[in-house]
């Protein structure tokens, strides 16, 4: 598949924290989802987090970030892109994934797991999404959210 | 990467995942399945052995197929899955929903005869 996805690097380091930051705009498409989180996967497998935990936890939970604010944010709306930074430092890796939609109240969306809401299709993204990272914030749009995963 | 169908016994098709389930290819994986059902087979073993990872989409079309396999009276096992897979399936409480097999061949085996 030919890729408009080109992935920056940026290093940031002189004494602060932050050791580099990878930026990447992702169209909004869902076919994308896979070949950018192969990209960003690909750059943080030798930094704080374990390869493990790169494979799997990064992996899906960025692959949730990205389908959630593609397919709810930007409506899969091709003229629109989905913003990924990811600011790497030795202590923790910190995704943020950004859309141009009008956001939403994560405090609403329903527990999965719940017994009538178990054989359903769709619904677990979040929930998946909040379990794979040690961290999960929202800008208070609804339309950014920040993963934070710990070196280990 | 992809899907690899494989009849392994009468009636009871293996169908491998390589790579991931997500959102991307999920579709893939579900149309393979419903052509397979509709041309007779009810019986399917997923094998997650060479699966790096599943989101949330992968997981909701094994639950929706696995409703249309046994509406038809037929059954969908998983086998193979890591860890990592393993509890993803715990967390979401899947693994209530799904007979787990450790292996391929043990899935295989509990489809009689």
Same mark, same amino acid.
């Given at each position: 598949m030919t890729t408009p996805l080109r992935l920056h690097v940026r290093p940031r380091g002189a004494g602060g924290e932050v050791?580099?930051?990878l930026l990447l705009d992702v169209?909004?498409?869902?076919?994308?989802?896979?070949?950018?989180?192969?990209?960003?996967?690909? &750059?943080?497998r030798h930094g704080a987090l374990s390869p493990r935990r790169v494979e799997f936890n990064l992996r899906?939970?960025?692959?949730?970030?990205?389908?959630?604010a593609i397919a709810y944010?930007?409506?899969?709306?091709?003229? &629109?892109?989905v913003r990924v930074r990811v600011e790497a430092s030795r202590a923790w890796l910190r995704i943020h994934v950004t859309d141009d939609g009008a956001g939403f109240d994560p405090a609403v969306v329903p527990d999965p797991t719940l017994p009538g809401r178990l054989e359903r299709e769709d619904g677990r993204g979040l929930f998946v999404l909040r379990s794979?990272?040690?961290?999960?914030?929202f800008n208070e749009k609804g339309n950014s959210v920040c993963l934070t995963l710990r070196a280990g | 990467m992809g899907f690899s169908l494989t009849q392994k016994k009468p009636g009871v098709v293996m169908v491998g995942v390589d790579g991931q389930l997500i959102v991307g290819n999920r579709q893939e994986l579900k149309q393979k399945v419903l052509d397979a059902l509709d041309g007779g087979t009810n019986k399917f073993v997923i094998d997650f052995s060479r699966t790096g990872y599943i989101d949330s989409s992968g997981l909701g079309v094994l639950v929706s197929l696995s409703k249309k396999i046994r509406e038809q009276g037929g059954d969908l096992r998983l086998a193979g899955l890591n860890d990592d897979l393993q509890t993803l399936f715990e967390l979401t409480k899947l693994d209530t929903l799904f007979?787990?097999?450790?292996?391929?061949?043990e899935a295989l085996a509990a489809f009689s005869p």
């Open positions: 050791e580099f930051e169209p909004s498409d869902l076919k994308y989802v896979g070949p950018a989180v192969d990209l960003i996967a690909a &750059r943080c899906t939970a960025l692959a949730e970030a990205l389908a959630n944010g930007n409506h899969q709306d091709p003229s &629109r892109v794979l990272v040690d961290h999960v914030t | 007979s787990i097999a450790k292996t391929p061949e």
